[in-house]
């Protein structure tokens, strides 16, 4: 009779652990994801239209997982559990390393040295970027292109001692290889790596350099200018009040605060116009103490480096936004920081200015087939005109792309605009997409695309 009871107790509060996520949920309150996405949504019966929602199930079952009662404290218990005991992360986008140190998970790839952009991606690249240095030359403004490393790029050794790179070079080595000596690259790992600082430049459990780390990165921007560093203040010194976005990941129930470095300088610039976060997609400073102009597009290492440069500059303008848009400068410095393992979004984007006049090309070939693609789109002053060539159309491990519209051609940039095509998980080094004035391609205009490869052979696509 005792074994009963007891048995049933045991089924009793078996059953109730198991029910009670589902029948405290219209109770407790959903906390904010700490993950950086949007939580799903409560399921509707009907769509838009008014039509029955025959996905209301799958949609259920997916709001359920992100909304069940005790979830944070459950997910925190299992992240703490894994990483303790196995030294492995519930969350693909987190690495759990050695000695407490959290990595991104989009950052492996790099780390390791595998599924690296093709020899022809980073001829791409190297294109790109030189051509945006021309046009910045062009408008009389200095141009500074920079990659921040990844975390484990400069602290490897707390890596997991199972992740052994290969032997081949990442995008990061070759990009830098092909850059060397160029008077805009500015080699920020080099920079980090070579900094005489008493403690790590990186948050331990959160994607980013430190104030520190980015002090040292703005430092080095300045040196390229020829211009001076904002002031340090008289010490630096720390305080355990940084929430670690990839501690947040996988223990959302802990305040979890990694260390951040600070030091003493009073800053004086101003947000001008509205300012809501250091993440929005665009804020304005000014500062009484500074001088000259500076259009900055960055990434979320931007953030920490952002009053350091704010600092050093009359009028600056940071923008988070893609394409770049560089058809309206003159006489300032254009910064664009991107983050290594977004290496590859420079052969996705344009960025919107008027492709460069050149000299048309004799084609030694007409492809005939049916799988090139082109589209142009009006925006206003501007023709946006894109597409994808066949591999048909090229030879080796670089090209140039160049579109003639009536009697003018203009130099594309080697992007594939693969949002635009409807084919936004593919990577692809096909594809080239450039601007023109619109007066220059009214509509039903007729265009000849044309790829000059490395060794001088030019075929000819005509739209």
């Known amino acids: 009779m005792k074994k009963t009871i007891l048995y049933r107790i045991y089924a009793a509060a078996f059953i109730g652990m198991c029910l009670a996520p589902a029948a405290l949920m219209p109770v407790t309150k959903s906390s904010e994801s700490k993950e950086k996405r949007a939580l799903a949504p409560a399921p509707k019966i009907k769509t838009e239209d008014g039509r029955l929602n025959f996905d209301f199930f799958d949609d259920f079952s997916k709001y359920f997982s992100e909304h069940f009662a005790f979830r944070q404290e459950l997910v925190t218990a299992d992240g703490r559990l894994k990483s303790a005991v196995l030294g492995t992360s519930p969350n693909s986008d987190v690495i759990v390393g050695k000695d407490g140190w959290l990595y991104y998970g989009q950052t492996k790839n790099d780390f390791l040295n595998i599924n690296c952009l093709s020899e022809r991606g980073i001829n791409n690249i190297v294109n790109n970027i030189s051509m945006m240095n021309d046009c910045c030359q062009a408008a009389g403004c200095q141009f500074i292109f920079t990659v921040a490393p990844n975390k484990n790029t400069v602290y490897p050794e707390h890596m997991p001692f199972n992740f052994k790179p290969s032997d081949n070079k990442n995008n990061y080595v070759r990009l830098a290889e092909k850059l060397s000596g160029r008077s805009y690259w500015c080699d920020m790992k080099e920079t980090i790596l070579n900094a005489d600082a008493s403690i790590p430049l990186y948050h331990k459990t959160d994607t980013h350099w430190n104030n520190m780390g980015a002090y040292v990165g703005h430092a080095k921007l300045m040196e390229m200018q020829?211009?001076?560093?904002c002031s340090a203040g008289t010490h630096w010194f720390t305080r355990d009040d940084r929430l670690g976005d990839l501690a947040a990941m996988i223990y959302p129930s802990e305040d979890a605060k990694d260390t951040q470095v600070y030091n003493d300088y009073e800053f004086t610039y101003n947000y001008r116009g509205r300012f809501k976060a250091l993440d929005d997609i665009t804020?304005?400073?000014?500062?009484?103490?500074?001088?000259?102009?500076?259009?900055?597009?960055?990434?979320?290492?931007?953030?920490?480096?952002?009053?350091?440069?704010?600092?050093s500059y009359s009028a600056a303008e940071f923008s988070r936004a893609v394409p770049y848009r560089l058809d309206n400068i003159s006489d300032e410095t254009v910064i664009i920081e991107i983050v290594e393992r977004n290496l590859g979004d420079i052969q996705k984007y344009a960025p919107i200015m008027c492709a460069p006049e050149t000299e048309a090309h004799q084609a030694d070939g007409l492809y005939n087939g049916s799988d090139a693609e082109i589209h142009s789109d009006n925006n206003g002053l501007l023709t946006h005109i894109y597409g994808v060539l066949p591999d048909e159309c090229f030879t080796g491990d670089s090209a140039e792309i160049f579109v003639t519209a009536g009697d003018t051609t203009y130099k594309a940039f080697n992007c594939f605009e693969g949002k635009l095509l409807g084919r936004e998980d593919e990577t692809c080094d096909n594809g080239f997409s450039l601007y023109i004035p619109t007066e220059k391609a009214p509509a039903g205009s007729s265009f000849t695309v044309t790829a000059v490869c490395e060794n001088g052979r030019a075929i000819q696509v005509d739209f």
């Open 226 to 229: 020829n211009r001076q560093a």
């Open 283 to 311: 804020i304005d400073t000014t500062c009484e103490n500074g001088s000259g102009q500076l259009l900055m597009y960055r990434d979320s290492y931007g953030e920490a480096i952002l009053p350091y440069m704010a600092e």
